[in-house]
């Protein structure tokens, strides 16, 4: 049998929600692989026991910003190692700085970004240089998205920790904002089927197999059973195929919604801050239980 650790039955919880027995059980079943025991606990537990794609683990904040003609703009995150200076408005000064100066260089890349020239003249890195010294924290220019449209792009930012930028053909500037506030609230994946990972795919659909099989189902029905689950979950995490948040009858899709305002989305960038960066904080006296039943 593998090694199993507190510290991987303690990150596996983290991942999951799920208690400390269930995650050392699932991860003696897959003798130690995290991932296939974070799946093992899906296929047993549900949904619920995947918290890792959305869940925020770093600090910083998510600045965005638009040309006065709404024709370009950028969405950006910068990275900081505590809430407390994410909030001092010098830091906030420094990303949205950065913002704007990615909507004037269309050559900024991420690689390139620290030479990249601030309205002030002096360079992103000069800039972060002189921030880090003042804030004693480490500082880093995640990543970020450049528009060019020939329609028109609307925003919305939740505090400074959710932003969404949405490239729109046709429609007005409350229906870009409704737009957007519905993909900060509802966190799509994707436009619609064709840009979710395959892999994501593949996921639900091995999941809902393997349950159904647990449940008793006969083979007949697992097909079926597997392919309504890949098809609800399309419908959960693509934009065009959710319900609006803000829809009167609680039925009208964002599809609809576009539909019956002649508006097309091009496109759309969703940011959460430090989603997907892993931050760990140690649960000492959970480690200790985990050690004693290890």
Known sequence: MSNITAKMVAELREMTGLGMMECKRALVEVEGDIKKAEELLRIK????????????????????????????????????????????????AFANGIAAAVVGNPDATIENIAEVKLASGETVEEARKAIIAKLGENMSVRRFVRYTTDGVLASYLHGSKIGVLVDLTAG????????????????????????????????????AAERAREAGKPAEMVEKIVEGTVNKFLKEVTLLS?????????????????????????????????????????????????????
């Open 45 to 92: 537990s549900g949904n619920k026991a995947s918290k890792m794609a959305g869940r925020t683990a770093a600090e910083g904040v998510i600045v965005i910003a638009i040309s006065d003609d709404k024709k370009t703009g950028a969405i950006v995150e910068v990275n900081c190692e505590t809430d407390f200076v994410a909030k001092d408005a010098g830091f906030t």
């Open 172 to 207: 007005d500037e409350a229906l870009g904002k409704d737009v957007a506030m519905h993909i900060a609230a509802a966190k799509p994946k994707a436009l619609n089927a064709d840009g979710v990972d395959p892999e994501l795919i593949a996921t639900e659909r091995r999941v």
């Open 242 to 294: 959710q319900v609006f948040i803000k829809a009167e009858d609680g039925k009208q899709t964002i599809e609809q919604l576009l539909k019956s305002k002649s508006a097309n989305i091009n496109g759309f960038t969703l940011y959460v801050v430090g989603e997907g960066i892993e931050k760990k904080v140690v649960d000492y006296a959970a480690e200790v239980a985990a050690a004693a039943q290890v």
